[in-house]
């Protein structure tokens, strides 16, 4: 019969190969946060205008930013244009809405005009440091497919999976006496820095 310690190891090494690329992405995008003058995630290329036509389906211009009445139309357009995916939608006057169709590697925005009845189609890429802060800030379960739906889940997963390889590591760490004065310092400082940054800050 596996012993529970033997259990307890291979747990924590298989999650902590399963959580690699996602503890990488986190922790790139989160340098590339803390330091935006080195990476220039605001940096962002310009748009590309890609078609700008005649657009005579009805469009239901009732609601706030973002509001599921104005999601609904502007879900509606997308799905016309065939198109669809994540997005946001806000209403810069009574009379026009912008669509921004987003993804990891770049941004579809589109703005309607309901005086013109026209609708202006322009794409943005994303620079690397864009893309990989996307990565960081995506989240959710707000958007209609289930590309966006999936990674809410994946990052759920990773959330649940970051608890339990830190109790495996605790419990691997305390099974080692020799080990545990050093472990308790480490956990110590650790535990003190959090704790004074954030009474601090």
């Known amino acids: 019969m596996i012993s529970f310690n033997k259990i307890n190891r291979r747990t924590h090494l298989y999650l902590g190969l399963a959580l690699l690329p996602w503890l990488l992405m986190y922790a790139v995008s989160s340098a590339i946060v803390i330091h935006p003058s080195t990476f220039n995630p605001r940096e962002a290329l310009p748009r590309e205008l890609v078609s700008e036509k005649s657009y005579d389906k009805p469009v239901d211009l009732k609601g706030a930013n973002n509001s599921p009445e104005l999601r609904a139309a502007a879900e509606q357009v997308l799905k016309n244009l065939d198109i669809e995916g994540g997005f946001w939608a806000d209403k810069p006057n009574p009379d026009t809405l912008h669509i921004e169709r987003f993804s990891f590697r770049g941004a579809t925005r589109l703005t309607y005009s309901a005086k013109k009845q026209t609708i202006k189609i322009e794409h943005q890429k994303m620079r690397v440091p864009q893309v990989i802060q996307r990565m960081h800030f995506r989240g959710g379960f707000q958007q209609p497919d289930l590309g966006n739906n999936s990674w809410g889940v994946l990052?759920?997963?990773?959330?649940?999976?970051?608890?339990?390889?830190?109790?495996?590591?605790?419990?691997?760490?305390?099974?080692?006496?020799?080990?545990?004065?050093?472990?308790?310092?480490?956990?110590?400082g650790g535990i003190l820095s959090f704790v004074l940054l954030i009474w601090t800050l």
């Open 155 to 188: 990052v759920d997963f990773t959330c649940i999976t970051i608890l339990i390889w830190v109790i495996t590591g605790l419990i691997m760490w305390w099974q080692l006496p020799k080990l545990r004065m050093w472990g308790m310092l480490a956990l110590t």
